[in-house]
């Protein structure tokens, strides 16, 4: 039998937020599903930013198969999706809120889609590598961290509380309907990412006392120059946070976590009171971290662990057990995962070839990914950085305990992750490790065309930077997704009878 899928995406949810990595959130419902299901211990993102690393995830390729650059990169139509795949195997699919899709096509599979989105769809938010001193006006700034706090509304509330409304609206009206197919329902939230202000009452779940402050500072651990253009990018020059303030985000980001926990508590609720919750599968994710002030950086960009390691929680107590997986596995890995788990035993058959493996075997209890992914082996995570921050296309390789981070215009960066999880010493220039650096580097030749990469990333934001500027003159068409409400379907109408229309809105029915 089909499973039907329930996946929960937090937006910039660092691992070791979660009390399940070590974290200190109260998050007593991803509690519960960690306890009762299969954790990740050694989960990332593909590309340490939104949009590209959820297009990744959706599409199970890098995103320089993609051409998924940076959030203002356009997602191409022709790139099979999970949604794709699901619904030719017979899914209805539906996604509540956040996916950054840039472009005409705002659906990319999804049978349905019940929210507009939070970030423009247009080509607005294009960098400009060729431009860098000139910090971009519609970027992250600090005035995240130094005026963090506790507020009674934010945009971020207002998305996600109606994020969360259309989603369980549409349980209920799968649970009451005549559709027999089994369901994808992807419930994307914009919290914990900053700005770091939450509601008063999540702000008081927490006092100071309670906040630890960043573990490695930035004059603990030897600067590199991609950290150096983060904090240009992001305007640290300009405003430099002081101890309270740093204090005030973290705390804030803590609450936005249990606001996002309570969200999931009310999403489980309806899936039970739905009588959905037996054959559904709920997992949890983020499609990328933060660094919180680890190493005097903030937000994401980069492949230190706070930005881009996140928890994968996979529960499904009937199907498989309690267990946690050390094997390192990304994103890329859950299109096949969900492709596998929804074929009922027909054969797998990609369109294009994938770069992730099924976890099935591992949340089977087995001690290694399945299935081939198009040059990424199991047991390893491949990433790349195309965006803010960059001037050149930045590479990492994360296999068993060692991590290596490459990019032409930088010195490079090797990390044993088991002696050293903090990153706090470069091995890449010392003597003893030269080997394991030139077979890195030897490696990154053979995935890689840096040099083509770098110029069609510049292309492409050359491109881009035009049309955006050319469909700003004149009438301007916008691609932002507009749900449509048919008022003349809902509630009570004269197109049936009133009896008939209430019996059938109750739930669970008469006989």
Not at 134 to 139: A, L, T
Request: glycine share 6%; with cysteine; aromatic share 10%.
């Amino acid at each position: 039998m089909q499973p039907n899928f329930l996946i929960l995406m937090a937006d910039q949810l660092t691992a070791t937020a979660l009390a399940s990595y070590g974290g200190k959130a109260r998050a007593p419902h991803l509690d519960a599903l960690a306890a009762g299901g299969v954790v990740f211990d050694s989960f990332y993102c593909n590309s340490p930013l939104c949009a590209p690393s959820r297009f990744s995830f959706l599409a199970g390729q890098l995103p320089s198969r993609i051409g998924a650059y940076d959030n203002a990169a356009e997602f191409p139509a022709q790139t099979p999706t999970l949604a794709h795949y699901l619904r030719r195997a017979g899914y209805q699919t539906a996604l509540s809120g956040k996916m950054h899709f840039c472009g005409p096509d705002q659906l990319h599979g999804f049978e349905e889609r019940l929210t507009t989105d939070i970030y423009p769809a247009d080509f607005g938010w294009t960098p400009d590598w060729t431009r860098f001193e000139e910090r971009p006006g519609w970027y992250h700034t600090m005035d995240s961290v130094t005026q963090a706090g506790a507020c009674t509304r934010t945009n971020q509330i207002d998305f996600d509380d109606e994020v969360v409304y259309a989603a369980r609206q549409k349980l209920f009206d799968i649970a009451r309907g005549s559709e027999r197919r089994p369901f994808c329902l992807v419930v994307s939230m914009t919290h914990p990412h900053d700005p770091y202000v939450v509601p008063q009452a999540y702000w008081d779940r927490y006092r100071d006392a309670d906040i630890d402050m960043p573990a490695v500072t930035q004059d603990a651990v030897a600067d590199d120059p991609h950290s150096r253009r983060i904090r240009h990018v992001i305007g640290l020059g300009l405003q430099q946070p002081n101890a309270a303030q740093v204090r005030a985000a973290r705390r804030a980001y803590l609450g936005a976590v249990s606001y996002v926990d309570d969200q999931v508590g009310t999403l489980l609720a309806t899936l039970r009171d739905a009588r959905l919750d037996e054959n559904t599968i709920v997992m949890v994710l983020a499609d990328h971290g933060d660094m919180l002030g680890e190493r005097g950086l903030w937000y994401k960009m980069s492949f230190f662990e706070p930005a881009c390691r996140i928890p994968l929680i996979i529960s499904a107590p009937g199907r498989f057990a309690p267990r946690r997986v050390s094997a390192p596995a990304s994103l890329l890995d859950l299109l096949p995962t969900l492709v596998d788990l929804g074929s009922d035993g027909r054969p797998l058959d990609y369109a294009v070839p994938v770069d992730g493996h099924s976890l099935v075997s591992l949340l089977e209890g087995s001690n290694a990914k399945q299935g081939a992914g198009a040059g990424v082996h199991a047991g390893e995570v491949i990433g790349e950085y195309l965006a803010e921050s960059a001037i050149a296309p930045v590479v990492m390789i994360r296999r068993d305990r060692l991590k290596f981070v490459h990019s032409p215009v930088d010195p490079d960066q090797l990390y044993d992750l088991a002696a050293d999880p903090q990153e706090r010493v470069n091995l890449a220039a010392r003597t003893e490790h030269a080997g394991v650096v030139a077979a890195f580097r030897a490696e990154v030749a053979q995935r890689w065309s840096l040099p083509a990469l770098h110029a069609e990333v510049l292309a492409s934001q050359r491109r881009r930077h035009l049309v955006y500027t050319a469909l700003r003159r004149g009438r301007y068409t916008p691609w932002d997704f507009q749900p449509l409400r048919d008022a003349s379907r809902l509630y009570v109408r004269n197109d049936q009878e009133l009896n008939d229309i209430e019996a059938m809105a109750r739930f669970p029915r008469l006989p």
